[in-house]
């Protein structure tokens, strides 16, 4: 058991840098509901953490339990947390922040089966057919939703900034 939670706080600090980032997009840049999302990923993953320390790609097993949590929790019709459009609590010190904030705005409306397509697809930078089988849906599916999502996020971005955006 010991050797087990060594292997996993080493699996933790090596990868939860990245799930976390992962976990923030996919929040619509909640800083809160990110860290409640990373919580509840790393706690199924550590239950099972006998089976996935076998699994190849330990790393894509967390984000796949990462993702499909997400859903599982947008999906709940019980729940009474309601994200909010706040900036995080930590100031940014960039010249797009504005561009930024915008984004995550307008990401946290897209439904989350599109929030997450466009997250693994663009900001995790996995190909179509890894975003498929994480989301266990067709390749074209994944195309799709993911072409309708940056639409409408380009509709809204042209709304909020029509200089820096072509057409």
């Known amino acids: 058991m010991k050797d087990d939670r060594q292997a996993f706080q080493e699996f933790t600090a090596a990868h ?14 909640d800083w809160h ?28 097993y967390a984000q796949t339990v990462l993702t499909r ?16 459009a ?3 609590e930590r100031i940014i010190e960039d010249v797009d922040s504005t561009v930024r904030l ?19 697809r663009y900001w995790e930078d996995l190909s179509v057919e890894d975003v498929a089988a994480v989301l266990h849906i067709s390749s074209a599916s994944v195309r799709t939703q993911s072409s309708r999502a940056l639409g409408r996020l380009r509709v809204a971005l042209s709304e909020v900034f029509p200089e820096r955006l072509p057409g």
Request: hydrophobic share 45%; no cysteine; aromatic share 8%.
């Open 33 to 60: 509901l990110a860290e409640d999302l990373m919580q509840d990923t790393l706690v199924k993953v550590f239950v099972a953490w006998r089976r996935v320390s076998k699994v190849e790609n330990q790393a894509a």
């Open 102 to 120: 915008t984004l995550l705005a307008e990401l946290a409306q897209l439904s989350a089966r599109d929030r997450a397509v466009v997250v693994l």
């Open 86 to 88: 706040e900036p995080p």
């Open 16 to 29: 939860g840098a990245r799930l976390f980032r992962t976990a923030y997009f996919l929040a619509g840049g």
């Open 69 to 84: 949590t997400f859903i599982s929790q947008r999906r709940r019709k019980r729940s009474s947390e309601q994200p909010i």
